[in-house]
């Protein structure tokens, strides 16, 4: 809204919302919840004005809603207070989303819902027009594919259980075909509108869309690729957790001129850095820059063909039964598990496993390093 007037001292401008209590319905990751607003003030729950817990929330009945203004005489009082009486006669109190997890406490926008009756949706949601809507789920989806590898390298570095993004993945993977025709919804209303403000907003998102490679069907493939890949590395691969490490060595000016190490250099046993699984050589290069070796075994049962899976922060050269196998003198920070993949024909019994690792000017932190017995 524009207001174009000649203003003087002491005009006043006066804003009167419609403060009844407005709902939005979830969708794809959020359905089955809705969102409650006050006005244009969007409600939250935050567990320090509340006696249950985020997980017990009780499911919230638009069609019977209603709350009355409270105030809070604790610390830190919420701009807004709503208290409503839910399922099982108990009390939720729902705060203004500014206010919500100001002391640290966990906090919800999205509650549960219970408004369905023989399928239909018992109130009216608080609705934004239909473009504005496409552009939002677009957006949203967006926001997800980009999120992945980020959430991947959280996953590497123990942040997020392998768990959580298999779930973040089959959700995208169950979310692309609605995806596709939101697509097709936002293509139609630029053919048939080309000329609005919305539809301009329309295509410029899509167009952004498309020049990432998001709507690719490439990438759905890349999702599913990257399911099976985080099974291996977190599920189906063994981790070698037991190595040793050599002092502090002069670093080559290239990674690829280091040779296996002398039978009499002097290993000692390493370090290992837990929960994530590293194999952690800070303790010896103690910041400075150089050489480190690190040797490990691993007992194969019987002779097969299979992978070494590994990760390392800084250039490195691995060497299986005295064969060199792979070199990565790109490699740099982070190490992340499976970070890169070998194909090998392990024998029966102990196979050795050797990496020569620059440590970077002193940043590496060390190796992940996997094997999987037979080929997957």
Known sequence: MVLNRRWKRGDRVALSFDMRLHFWVGEEECAGKVSIYRGPLLLSYDRRFNVMDPDDIPAVNPCSLKGRIISWRGRMPPFLLMQFKVADDRTLRLCDFGSAG???????????????????????????????????????????????????REVALGHMKPDDFLVQLDGVERDWPVFQQNIARVRSMIASTPETEETRKLRVTLERMKHEGLLAAERLAEVTALKADIRLRYYLAKRLTH?????????????????????????????????????????VHKGQHGLIYLRMRYDASQAAAGHFLYGADGPVKVWINDKEVDCQPEAASPAVIGQFRVNV??????????????????????VFAAVVGATV
């Open 102 to 152: 100001e002391g640290g406490s966990p906090y919800r926008s999205w509650l549960p819902l219970h408004n369905v009756e023989g399928g239909r949706l018992l109130f009216q949601p608080f609705a934004s027009p239909a473009a504005t809507l496409e552009r939002a789920r677009l957006l949203r989806f967006a926001l997800r594919l980009r999120n992945l590898r980020a959430q991947e």
């Open 345 to 366: 024909n392990w024998r029966r019994g102990t196979n050795t496993i050797v990496f020569a690792l620059i440590t970077n000017g002193g940043r590496a932190w060390g």
């Open 243 to 283: 190595f040793e490490v050599s002092s502090l060595l002069p670093a080559p000016a290239n990674i690829h001129t280091t040779a296996l190490p002398s039978a009499d250099m002097v290993f000692t046993p390493g370090q290992l850095l837990e929960p994530v699984g590293l194999c952690d050589i800070r303790s």
